[in-house]
T-cell receptor, first 112, second 110 residues
Framework: RKEVEQDPGPFNVPEGATVAFNCTYS??????FFWYRQDCRKEPKLLMS???SGNEDGRFTAQLNRASQYISLLIRDSKLSDSATYLC?????????????FGKGTLLTVNP | NAGVTQTPKFQVLKTGQSMTLQCAQD?????MYWYRQDPGMGLRLIYY???????DKGEVPNGYNVSRLNKREFSLRLESAAPSQTSVYFC?????????FGSGTRLTVV
């Protein structure tokens, strides 16, 4: 089983739609969780961290279920500018070493 | 506010040639990383440096070497390039867990 697995996608949705991304991780020692976004031919950029209690940033909501080893990202009222690849990212415990493991990503296209 | 700077942005090599990818960060981060990204494979860690003076292998280190020249700079060297090393290479740095990436180097080995 891969360390981080995401919905393979791609997702094509109309503007204004709500879209959800799912991710599972295999290592129960995983400590920190993130969602990154990567635009075409660009570098990944941090979208948001994921906290155990769940967290929200505007139209974006992230959830973590440690018991199920499951992470989700919900985008409400999607915009054309949300079109990108969304990467689920996990960090295992390891002292000062912040080595992250990336999922393969899910491509989202928001259509007018 | 440069963040992480990678050079070059594009490179074409012939099989067997060598080259060094340069990476520098101006955020005073301790940890630096080299990843490669291939279609369908996602980002895979090549080497990392948890702090100045240390380097460790990641998931796909074969064919690569690294040097942590100082706290700012972390270079990746291909001693004898192979077509399988055609990829997009990203350097990143971090302090608290979230990464800042450079804009990438698109390398083609023919």
């Amino acid at each position: 089983r891969k360390e981080v697995e995401q919905d393979p996608g791609p997702f094509n949705v109309p503007e204004g739609a709500t879209v959800a991304f799912n991710c599972t991780y295999s290592n129960s020692a995983s400590q920190s969780f993130f969602w990154y976004r990567q635009d075409c031919r660009k570098e990944p950029k941090l979208l948001m961290s994921v906290y155990s209690s769940g967290n929200e940033d505007g139209r974006f909501t992230a959830q973590l279920n440690r018991a199920s080893q499951y992470i989700s990202l919900l985008i409400r009222d999607s915009k054309l500018s949300d079109s990108a690849t969304y990467l689920c990212v996990v960090r295992r415990s390891g002292g000062s070493n912040y080595k992250l493991t990336f999922g393969k990503g899910t491509l989202l296209t928001v259509n007018p | 506010n440069a963040g992480v700077t990678q050079t070059p942005k594009f490179q074409v090599l012939k099989t067997g040639q060598s080259m060094t990818l340069q990476c520098a960060q101006d955020m005073n981060h301790n940890s630096m990383y080299w990843y490669r990204q291939d279609p369908g494979m996602g980002l895979r860690l090549i080497y990392y440096s948890a702090s100045e003076g240390t380097t460790d292998k990641g998931e796909v280190p074969n064919g690569y070497n690294v040097s942590r020249l100082n706290k700012r700079e972390f270079s990746l060297r291909l001693e004898s390039a192979a077509p399988s090393q055609t990829s997009v290479y990203f350097c990143a740095s971090s302090e608290w867990g979230g990464y800042t990436f450079g804009s990438g180097t698109r390398l083609t080995v023919v």
